[in-house]
């Protein structure tokens, strides 16, 4: 009889489901997902339900989400999770992360019924609060316990190992999206008539954003970086929502940034025409646990200056394919800039070797064998 394995996470995204589609599918367990909540309101995702192929269920709940100071924070208080398990009876549970109620009940189910507890982790040492007091007790308290753990990246590992996991007992499996998917959608982009005629109307560099418009994701650092560069022949497109929106128009309007694009909340299958137009992608988070737009960038051929804050950084970006940065330096962010432009016609010219290098070495086989690797260990 084949195993049960549950997987309990906050919610399904569009970026996970081919992660889990090819998880379910080459498996040989039966898996099934269980979500706290089908979607949070931070996220304007459209969820395509017909692409999904693994068995799952929302369990029902309330779910919050509010602004911090610092950071943003979702609240799920779901009645049913332990029902959930006991009624699946899963030989292996996967919980992603510990800063909700329902992974603690799941973790304590796994301990007192001797299951296995698999910790799915991509938070980093520069994604942390205060890695010591109480959180820092609750944190070492489940981290020493669970059985295995399936790391995001380097310093999702590092972290990991900082609380007291064993090197042996942590899988990576790089954060990824389906890198084909842009790589293919923008070339498709690429050969259309009207992309030829927009893209040739235009000599100038053109730097894109793709993320939420809030303090931590950092777009006004890059403004005000544009602000003191103060050059014409610079595009900078923002594709993205959230309360900093109007502080960020504001910004240019005051500063007299006229080349600054603001194009709103797009859905997945709408950025690669945003990757396709752009020469460089910039991630200038002041705290980010991975930044899977990063990927994105990638696959699609982009040169990638990318904040030291986030965790693809240290896995996915070298001299060939971008530059990291400091996002509190203004100064750095616009000599960066700088580069790039100077560089402008080489950044170009590297867009297929870029992408042929992301999508051969960070694609959903890969980093679903690590976590199939995980699970049958």
Not at 189 to 195: C, G, H, Q, T
């Amino acid at each position: 009889m084949k195993k049960k394995v549950i997987l309990l996470t906050n919610i399904i995204t569009p970026y996970t489901i081919p992660l889990l589609n090819y998880i379910s599918q080459r498996g040989n367990f039966n898996l099934k997902v269980l979500a706290l909540a089908e979607k949070e309101k931070n996220r304007e995702w459209k969820l395509s339900k017909r692409e999904i192929k693994f068995n799952y269920k929302i369990i029902p709940g309330f779910n919050f989400f509010f602004y911090g100071k610092k950071k943003e924070k979702s609240i799920h208080i779901n009645f049913g999770v332990i029902l959930s398990l006991i009624k699946n009876n899963p030989d292996i549970v996967i919980i992603s992360g510990y800063d909700t109620l329902a992974y603690w009940q799941a973790f304590f189910y796994c301990k007192i019924l001797r299951k296995k507890c698999i910790l799915w982790n991509g938070t980093t040492l520069f994604s942390t609060g205060n890695p010591q007091g109480f959180k820092g007790f609750l944190k070492k308290f489940i981290i020493r316990r669970a059985d295995r753990f399936i790391a995001y990246g380097t310093k999702a590992k590092e972290y990991l190992e900082y609380f007291g996991a064993k090197p042996e007992n942590i899988f990576i499996s790089i954060n990824t999206v389906d890198v084909s998917y842009f790589k293919d959608k923008v070339k498709e982009f690429k050969s259309l008539p009207e992309f030829l005629q927009e893209k040739q109307q235009s000599t100038k560099m053109t730097i894109l954003y793709v993320g939420q418009l809030i303090k931590r994701k950092g777009a006004e650092e890059v403004l005000k970086a544009l602000n003191v560069l103060n050059d014409s022949d610079i595009n900078f497109i923002i594709v993205g929502s959230g309360p900093e929106k109007e502080n960020l128009k504001n910004f240019c309007t005051k500063n007299n940034l006229k080349n600054v694009i603001f194009e709103g909340f797009r859905q997945q299958d709408e950025l690669p025409k945003y990757y396709a137009l752009a020469d460089v992608f910039i991630l200038p988070s002041l705290e980010e646990v991975w930044g899977l737009v990063v990927n994105e960038a990638l696959a699609s051929g982009l040169y990638v200056l990318c904040s030291k804050y986030a965790g693809a950084t240290y896995d996915l970006i070298s001299k060939d394919n971008g530059m990291i940065f400091d996002p509190n330096n203004i100064e750095e962010i616009a000599k960066n800039i700088q580069k790039c432009k100077t560089n402008i016609l080489l950044l170009r010219q590297k867009k297929e070797q870029i992408s042929k290098w992301m999508v051969e070495n960070f694609n959903i086989e890969q980093s679903g064998k690590s976590i199939l690797l995980a699970i049958n260990f």
